[in-house]
């Protein structure tokens, strides 16, 4: 067994990384996962890990750098967050589409404008599409696993995708909690050095990141999303290895008082654990409520979803993110997965947390307010909410 | 052609690319233990359509402003896996991929002090998007985003002085070069390649689509550029810039511009304007004082 200790989110995905021997880390801080690169600063500093550290002038040469460096054949992990993620968002693709097995820690922060610091998903979901994996933790505990459960996905040769693991700005990068950090040898049992496929090599030259023609360039995605959905099958064969070997067991989507639940909640990241509070304490006035926790949003959870689906008769979907025009990513997904289904609950989505603000216990009485009346029209009526707006701030229309 | 060329034969270069003859040479200097970070741009273009090649040697792509960032990432994570020695890293970019968008990175890969040898073809203008003005494009040459209409006559602004600008990076090595000067061309290669940190070359290369002039001028446009005084080749040993240093001049007395000018549609209106032709003749005459040329 590992060595408890009590430690921020940050230093979670830095001792990760340290723990998944990475060989190469480019950084370029900004807030809240600075502490990542600040980290392994200290710990090349004191000579505690053996690693590249490439500190660049932009998240953008930071993402180049790690695509140059795992086409290398190094192991490369990075972390970033909101605006960061937004300047990288080119070279993710690249990334994925030259099956480059990068890991990120994201810290989830809000988006500008207006400026922002605080939680907020938006910056990982408008990144769904980049073709990256995508794990959402719920504890400091969720961001150190997960961090090492990514490198070993991502560099599944059936997979061969870089992954992302986010973690809630402030509540999880910057909060302390009581965290097993595994011992080294324990890791290095779990995660065997990489052995790449292709690598940038003079005794043996390849191009890589060729030009990709009509003639060749679906089939060149189609391998992608092929690898996307063999991921399905290997992450859970990894949380099964990683659960009999560390004793912490991880799904896709974990449900919690689900089964006899008329209403369930649906939350990503750090709300989970406040939506199982909720739960208890709504089960205490008699309202059949369960909750259930997306940790795997890419590739998405279709079977879990639907198995959820089945027992609730309404999901209340929380979005700490908007599209705008639209609603919320995780809403927009299950709803698009559920479509074929010949019975459905109702599906109600709640914008909720942007930006930080805090989600609490009065919030989840709205959110079953709105949700017990959908249930008794048996309709869910325009489904996209506003959790806690203050209407006092929105002005008076002239 | 020769067995041991690493750039071959049968890419989608347009006839008479001054670039392709340029990488040809700059490789042939840099053997086959070198690896290449390349720039989107024509050279990605026209040697990589899939399942095509023309690199024997290790080669990656990524994007267009960050060749040397790519090639960083090679650099440490080689180092890393005990793989660097012995081996070039050589970044790849052409003009605007210098000059303008990748500019950043390439000051970050020059700071953070790479062993990286930098090597911008500049042909003066985006080509590969079909010849629209850069910071690379001189005075005066008309573009598709600078046309010489009736009231702006081309390019206005300056070109960007690239590799001065590099050199004031105190960087190990820094070269100007033109394939109309094969020797000094492979004697810069040379040099920065055994610098100790990381180099520059801005090799000069004439496009016969771009600057519309027959495909068989190449290297003569590339040598007038010399002999003209519109293109200086220098080189500069270590970071102190007072030491920049000329390494070919004109054989004979410097050549008016206007004879480079000539030979070029894209400068074809300036020739209705003496007035400017003196006027740029006057600035390179006072460049070429600088630079102690005639």
Known sequence: MGEKQVVKGNFATAVAAKLARVDVVPAYPITPSTLFPEQISEYVANGEMDVELLLTESEHSAMSAAIGASAAGARVATATASQGLKLMSEMLFIASGMRLPIVAAIGNRALSAPINIWADHSDSMAERDSGWMQFYAETNQDALDLMLMAFKIAEDHRVLLPAMVGLDAFVLTHTMEGVDVPLQKEVDEFLPPYKPKYTLDVNNPMTFGSFGTPAHYPEFRYQQWDAMWKATDVIDEVFAEFEKKFGRKYEKVSEYMTDDADIIFVTMGSTSGTARAAVRRLRERGIKVGTAKVTVFRPFPFEHIKRLASRAKVLAIFDRAVSQGYGGPLFADISGALINEKERPILLNFIIGLGGRDITFSDFDEIVDVSMKALEKGEAGWPIHWVNLRTDLLGGGD | ?294
């Open chain 2, 1 to 294: 052609m020769a067995s041991d060329e690493l750039f071959v034969s049968g890419h989608r270069g347009c006839a008479g690319c001054g670039m392709a003859d340029a990488v040809r040479m700059v490789l042939q200097e840099a053997g086959p233990n070198t690896v290449v970070a390349n720039a989107t741009g024509c050279l990605e273009v026209m040697t990589t359509a899939y399942p095509e090649t023309a690199w024997k040697i290790p080669w990656i792509h990524a994007a267009f402003e960050n060749a040397a960032a790519v090639a960083s990432g090679v650099d440490v994570a080689f180092k890393k896996l005990g793989k660097r020695e012995n081996v070039n890293i050589l970044a790849f970019a052409g003009d605007g991929g210098t000059f303008d968008i990748g500019f950043q990175a390439l000051s970050g890969m020059l700071e953070r002090g790479h062993n990286i040898t930098y090597v911008v073809f500049d042909n003066e203008a985006y080509m590969n998007t079909g010849i629209q003005r850069c910071s690379s494009t001189p005075p005066y040459a008309s573009t598709t985003t600078s046309p010489a209409g009736k009231v702006i006559l081309g390019k206005q602004g300056r070109k960007k002085p690239i590799a001065n600008i590099v050199a004031a990076h105190d960087i190990a090595y820094t070269a100007t070069a033109t394939i109309a000067y094969p020797r000094d061309l492979r004697n810069k290669v040379q040099k920065a390649l055994s610098a100790d940190g990381p180099s520059f070359i801005h090799i000069f290369s004439p496009c016969p689509t771009g600057w519309r002039y027959p495909s068989n001028m190449t290297v003569e446009v590339s040598r007038l550029a010399v002999e003209t005084g519109i293109f200086v080749l220098w080189e500069l040993e270590g970071g102190d810039i007072h030491n920049i240093k000329v390494t070919c001049k004109p054989k004979e007395k410097r050549k008016p511009v206007e004879e480079y000018f000539r030979l070029q549609g894209r400068f074809k209106h300036l020739l209705k304007h003496p007035d400017i032709i003196a006027q740029i003749q006057k600035e390179v005459d006072e460049k070429c004082a600088k630079y102690e040329i005639d």
